[in-house]
């Protein structure tokens, strides 16, 4: 499929963050999922790179969705300089997502510095989820 770019910037030494549009999902991709991305307008590199999203904005029309990556190769550098609106040929969400062990610590890396209040938006969002899904205590989980 054809995913439009609405951003795609440095934010960081190497690091990048690329916006995308994604339109006609019948199945919302699920965190822990990747997409292939065809980095080359060529048959060099021949191969999809795989990618995860970060962030999934399902209040938008079409949805979107937020990768980071690190320019490491041919590849990931083709990426970096592709500009806003022009299309992005993505295959996915692959692979089974995250799943659900149950713990009593987590630890949240925010090297990147992309959102410094993740910890507490993660405490927000176990919180939602607990209510939404009528669990009684983070234990239960
Ligand atoms: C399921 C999955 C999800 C991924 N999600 C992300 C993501 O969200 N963000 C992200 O930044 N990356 C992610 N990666 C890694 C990303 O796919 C690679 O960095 C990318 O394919 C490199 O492609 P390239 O063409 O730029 O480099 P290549 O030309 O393929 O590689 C250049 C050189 O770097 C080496 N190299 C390649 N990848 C890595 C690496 N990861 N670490 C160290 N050395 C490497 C190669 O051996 C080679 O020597 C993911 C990988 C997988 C398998």
Not at 11 to 23: A, G, N, R, T
Not at 39 to 63: A, G, N, Q, V, Y
Request: proline share 6%; charged share 25%.
């Amino acid at each position: 499929m054809l995913s439009r770019i609405l951003s795609n910037q440095n934010i960081f030494h190497h690091y990048y963050k690329l916006v995308l549009e994604i339109e006609g999902e019948e199945v919302s991709p699920r965190p822990g999922q990747f997409y292939s991305i065809r980095c080359s307008e060529t048959t060099d590199p021949l191969l999809r790179r795989p990618l995860s999203f970060h962030r999934l904005i399902r209040d938008k029309d079409p949805i979107q969705i937020e990768m980071l990556y690190r320019v490491i190769g041919k590849g990931t550098k083709w990426l970096s300089k592709r500009p806003k609106s022009t299309s992005l040929d993505l295959m996915g969400p692959f692979g089974n997502g995250f799943f659900i062990a149950g713990a009593s610590a987590i630890q949240i890396g925010t090297f990147n510095f992309v959102n410094p209040k993740i910890t507490l938006e993660v405490i927000k969002g176990i919180e939602s989820y607990l209510t939404q899904n009528r669990i009684e205590k983070f234990v239960k989980l």
